[in-house]
């Protein structure tokens, strides 16, 4: 099991620069990860919410919540789809990778 799930995310991890790629074009960067990370909140919650492991969070725990999602996913992806349209997808993939 364990070997399945690391590999799981090493084939979600190592493709993520794909993506990335991918998104860029005629849709806004901010669009491009609004999108993205909705379709994933959804499946993550739609998983919760079947598994029974959906839990009810508090007001100070939802201030937490948003600002980590603002640094951790919002921020730090606005940077790397922007630096993507001028570096390597490589170089993006190793830069990734040490994120």
């Known amino acids: ?3 399945s799930l690391y590999l799981l995310t090493v084939l979600i991890w190592g493709t993520t620069w794909i993506a990335l790629k991918l998104q860029l074009g005629e ?3 901010a669009a491009s990860i609004a999108y993205r990370f909705a ?3 959804l499946v993550l919650f739609a998983i919760l919410l079947l598994s029974g492991r959906l839990q009810k969070v508090d007001k100070r725990g939802q201030l937490i919540c948003l600002v980590q999602g603002l640094c951790l996913f ?3 992806f ?3 789809y922007t630096a993507s349209q001028w570096i390597p997808s490589g170089l993006v993939a190793v830069i990734f990778s040490t994120a």
Do not use: E
Request: hydrophobic residues 65%; neutral net charge; contains cysteine.
């Open 27 to 29: 849709v806004a960067i």
């Open 78 to 80: 606005m940077c790397f």
């Open 1 to 3: 099991m364990n070997l």
């Open 74 to 76: 919002c921020l730090n």
């Open 39 to 41: 379709l994933a909140s």
